[in-house]
């Protein structure tokens, strides 16, 4: 079936030449240089990129890094970007605007490259941050309301990274609020990691009635990865389920069997494999076979978490439709049946979540 993706969470792409250790660089979640003797390209992802990307850009499948640079250089980055943008098949984009930098494509430029519509998701944790003027008392009154004036279609946290996931589920009082406001912004404020006030960001978040996304499991280094399970979430989301607003648990690995069991257990919670199914490469059928294990069809949603590199999108997106039809057949489902599934994680449950118009 021809299947048009809604990408759920993802990032921009460099619009420019990139050098080759900077392009193998982002085949890798960590950034440090990789050991003597090792290449990022040697793993899944890179067996991935290899696999799925050659082809678009005129090679054979399994063309070597070299050669398939080489290539890329030959056609240019504005074209190679748009080809594999294009092959990737995505009908939206909701485009997490936390990560910047030089060289990186708009939101509205790395649409039109892959022909889609988009919509964008932001981090609260980056609004905090950017808050000029407040003051300890006000800074609920502020946040909250520098929260509201975006444009954004979903937030997202990064909690995982900055405090862990392993939060009180109660709402914080007014009192300690403004007493961790006081600490955060008398130390200057930047990088907020306080967790009284990250807790206030998540409540404000989701009383606005748009979906919170919530960084899970694995990541870069600055991530403790035991603190990133979402199971720890278990008191939060208990005590946000009378809002009735989605909660989207993004990534999972290696816990994406705990973040499965939650989509079950709460109507207001949902899942994906997003970063996942990208760097696993081979293994993306037997991981969204343990994520189906227990998440129902209608809460599991696709995204590519890609970054940086356009051939995320698309490893993202073919390693996910090869996935759900390998998944499909050991489950000797009638391709009809497949075909409904794949569209409700490839694409209609992201519209209901997020209140799309397909």
């Given amino acids: 079936m021809t299947l048009q993706l809604v990408d759920h969470h993802c990032h921009a792409v460099h619009g420019g030449e990139l050098p080759d250790d900077v392009f193998a660089s982002w085949l890798t979640e960590s950034d440090r240089s990789p050991a003597a003797g090792t290449s990022p390209w040697d793993s899944s992802l890179g067996l991935a990129v290899r696999r799925w990307c050659p082809p678009v850009l005129g090679l054979e499948p399994w063309a070597g890094p070299e050669a398939y640079l080489a290539r890329r250089r030959e056609l240019g980055a504005a074209a190679a970007n748009s080809r594999l943008l294009q092959a990737a098949g995505l009908a939206e984009v909701l485009v997490d605007t ?5 060289g990186l494509l708009a939101p509205a430029d790395l649409a039109a ?10 981090r609260v944790e980056a609004v905090a941050e950017r808050l000029q003027g407040t003051t300890a008392e006000h800074w609920a009154r502020d946040v909250a309301a520098a929260l509201a004036a975006t444009g954004a279609t979903a937030f997202k946290s990064v909690a995982a990274y900055r405090c862990g996931l392993d939060l009180p589920g109660e709402r914080p009082s007014p009192a ?13 404020g930047g990088r907020l990691t306080h967790p009284v ?3 206030q960001l998540l409540w404000t978040a989701l009383e606005s009635g ?3 996304q919530l960084h ?16 720890l979430l278990t008191p939060f989301l208990r005590a946000v389920e009378p809002l009735g607003v989605p909660v989207v648990l993004l990534h999972g690995w290696p816990y994406h069997r705990q973040a499965a069991w939650l989509a079950q257990a709460f109507p207001h919670v ?10 696993v490469g081979p293994a993306a059928p037997r991981v969204l076979g343990e994520a189906l294990e227990l998440a129902p069809f209608g809460k599991l949603l696709f995204s590519t978490d890609a970054y940086g590199l356009a051939e995320l999108y698309l490893v993202g997106s073919r390693n996910f439709r090869a996935a759900v039809q390998e998944w499909a057949g050991g489950a000797h489902l009638p391709q009809a049946e497949a075909d409904r599934i794949a569209r409700l994680i490839g694409c209609e449950n ?9």
Avoid: K
């Fill in 113 to 122: 490259q892959a022909g889609a519509g988009w919509r964008e998701v932001v």
């Fill in 350 to 358: 992201a519209r209901r979540v997020y209140g799309l118009t397909p």
């Fill in 270 to 279: 949902y899942a994906d494999l997003g970063l996942t199914l990208g760097h």
């Fill in 210 to 212: 748009r979906p919170l």
């Fill in 176 to 188: 300690e609020v403004a007493n961790a406001a006081g600490d955060y912004l008398g130390a200057g």
């Fill in 197 to 199: 006030l990250i807790r």
């Fill in 216 to 231: 899970t499991g694995f990541g870069d280094p600055d991530v403790t990865l035991h603190r990133a399970d979402p199971s």
């Fill in 98 to 102: 936390g990560l910047d930098g030089p």
